[in-house]
């Protein structure tokens, strides 16, 4: 049975919210221009890359509308949604894909608030984590 989910945007958790608009400005103040779709993606990318998934996540009522995903965000949600359930059927439930991707997203905006915290360049260290993900990834780790 197919479930197709009625939500409008994949929301920020409403403690992380300002963490987002954080992270996409320290972006756009290093002329790159995010949107809150590829800030959702990249932390979602970023916290099951990094195992980091919250429990629930407390609507915020902002963040990136679902008619902005490509059809390359909704593969990756896929796959993760995959991964985390060990079972192919899983993909008819849209609904259960964009709860893990809220769920992952906020884990991985908790884990690059912390990296934001550290001293250094942010955006350096930012970049070496990019790196590293993409070798784990081509390397199939």
Request: with cysteine; aromatic share 8%.
């Amino acid at each position: 049975m197919i479930i197709e989910s009625k939500k409008t945007i994949l929301e920020f958790d409403k403690n992380s919210r300002e963490t987002f608009e954080l992270f996409g400005k320290k972006l756009k103040d290093n002329d790159l221009n995010p949107s809150n779709v590829d800030l959702f993606i990249y932390a979602m990318a970023f916290g099951f890359l990094n195992g980091n998934k919250v429990d629930t996540v407390q609507r915020s009522g902002t963040g990136p509308r679902v008619q902005y995903l490509k059809p390359e965000h909704e593969v990756l949600m896929c796959a993760i949604q995959c991964a985390e359930t060990g079972k192919v059927e899983s993909l008819l439930n849209q609904e259960e894909r964009y709860d893990l991707a809220e769920r992952y997203a906020e884990g991985g905006i908790r884990l690059l608030k912390s990296a934001a915290e550290q001293p250094g360049d942010f955006l350096n260290d930012l970049t070496a984590q990019v790196v590293h993900m993409y070798t784990q990834m081509m390397q199939g780790d």
